[in-house]
């Protein structure tokens, strides 16, 4: 599996959209893209943040771009749109609710095997998913309430926790200190991404690029 989790959009860290094309193995003026915009459906909110997301991606791929709307469409009608894409963007919002979304629509199981030659990026929500959920504490730092839509787990298909906005202005207790926490009472890796970080996921490698990022293991630093 190849995978870029982030806070935010590949292309807001250095050296990002290289990375997207190494791993893909094409030039980024025709990489294609599958976009899923489902985690931000529950928000209140302003979404210009997906807008300039998915217009950063425009504008930096050249290929060609689809939207996937997984309720909405069938989910076999789905597939066909991420088969010509080389990059599965998942973007953020809420990833409880993205996890009702995956699972009401069968997207759950029929994403490891997209994952077998499709390069995933997360941001955000989109991010977290692929690995373990955190804790109430972290939730509610998130999002302000605890929203769970009676989820239990992600989807662990990376054996770490990702959380994102790490020292953001806008999620101040997204801290280092709440990341300590978190750490302690688990036994996998926590990555905590400002968003100029990303974890980079290549079969069993696994790596960090950008600045401004945490990884503890049991409350200590982890290589």
């Known amino acids: 599996m190849k995978a870029i989790l982030a806070s935010s959009d590949i292309t807001k860290i250095a050296g990002g959209a290289a990375l997207v094309e190494k791993m893909t193995g094409k ?15 529950v928000e209140f909110a302003h979404h210009r943040w997906a807008i300039d997301t998915m217009t950063s991606l425009a504008a930096n791929f050249g290929g060609d771009i689809e939207i996937v709307h997984l309720l909405a469409i069938p989910l076999d009608k789905a597939i066909e749109r ?19 979304v995956f699972d009401r629509t069968g997207f759950s199981k029929v994403l490891p095997e997209i994952l077998k030659d499709k390069l995933y990026h997360g941001s955000s929500a989109g991010a977290m998913i692929l690995g373990h959920r955190p804790s109430v504490q972290v939730q509610t730092a998130l999002y302000g309430e605890e929203q769970t839509f009676g989820v239990t ?18 999620m101040p207790d997204i801290n280092a200190r709440l990341v300590r926490l978190e750490s302690k009472s688990v036994d996998y890796p926590i990555y905590a991404l400002s968003d100029n970080a990303a974890v980079v996921v290549d079969g069993k490698n696994i790596s960090v690029i950008g600045s401004d990022y945490i990884k503890l293991i049991g409350g200590k630093q982890g290589e």
């Open 82 to 100: 991420i088969a010509v894409a080389d990059m599965l963007a998942v973007l953020g919002g809420n990833v409880d609710w993205l996890k009702v």
């Open 27 to 41: 030039p980024r003026a025709q990489i294609n893209i599958a976009i899923i915009n489902e985690a931000s459906a």
């Open 153 to 170: 787990n992600y989807l662990d298909l990376v054996n770490l926790s990702i959380l994102p906005h790490f020292n953001s202005t806008d």
